[in-house]
Each structure stands twice: as structure tokens, then as C-alpha cells.
């Protein structure tokens, strides 16, 4: 079982940044592909970022991949997302995902591919 707490979340201005962080409670946190995902009020949840287990391959949405990076540190068993140019349309709770290994299909936006969640934390983008 891998606990995910997500932290970093809140409310910031249109242009502005955020850093969300999650952290895993496992021993082999390097065997783990990681993700982040967004679900707005009324929407269904969306992919927006994937890490494979060593950090080499990055995956992210169209409309995010300009502004923001993803990083993990395996020693400190934690993902980053580095959120850049935040738009109010960026407004949801983000949520931390993983899955042993590699996702089903390779497939890293699939929130189905991914079988541990964390509770979720909230960003708001004003304008």
C-alpha cells in the first residue's frame, strides 16, 4: 500500500506560480511511475503530468507544457510540480497518483492506469 499527501495548493493571481509537492510512504518509491491530475467543479478528472520511475521520460498535457515542469527525488520519496504562468482556467483540486512500475499500455494519462491517490489539494487561480 502507498499513502500519496499532496501539499503546495492555494489560491494565487493570473501570471502567478505554484510549487505542489507529494509525498509517498513507501520503501521503493523508485519503482513507482508517478502523476498529476486536476478535476474542476463539474468536470471529469484530467490528466496533467506523468513522471516515469527514474525521472527520465516526462509526459504532459497540451495546454500545460509550456508553464510547468515535473520533477521527482527518489531519495526523499517526493514529486514536484512546478506550476508557471497560472491561468484561472488552471482552477481544481490537483490530485498525486502512482502506479507500479509503468502505467497499463504505457499509457500515462489514463487516470485508470494509476492505482494509489492522494486526498487531493486545492488551487485557485484569480483573475
Known amino acids: 500500500q502507498v499513502q500519496l499527501v499532496e501539499s503546495g495548493g492555494g489560491l494565487v493571481q493570473a501570471g502567478g506560480s505554484l510549487r505542489l509537492s507529494c509525498a509517498a510512504s513507501t520503501r521503493t518509491f523508485n519503482n513507482f511511475a508517478l502523476g498529476w491530475f486536476r478535476q474542476a467543479p463539474g468536470r471529469e478528472r484530467e490528466f496533467v503530468s506523468a513522471?516515469?520511475?527514474?525521472?527520465?521520460?516526462?509526459y504532459y498535457a497540451d495546454d500545460v507544457k509550456e508553464r510547468w515542469t515535473i520533477s521527482r527525488d527518489n531519495a526523499k520519496n517526493t514529486v514536484d510540480l512546478h506550476m508557471n504562468i497560472l491561468k484561472p482556467d488552471d482552477t481544481a483540486v490537483y490530485y498525486c497518483a502512482a502506479v507500479a512500475f509503468r502505467p497499463a499500455g504505457g499509457d500515462y494519462s489514463s487516470p485508470n492506469n494509476y492505482d494509489y491517490w492522494g486526498q487531493g489539494t486545492q488551487v485557485t487561480v484569480s483573475s
Open positions: 513522471i516515469n520511475w527514474s525521472g527520465g521520460s516526462t
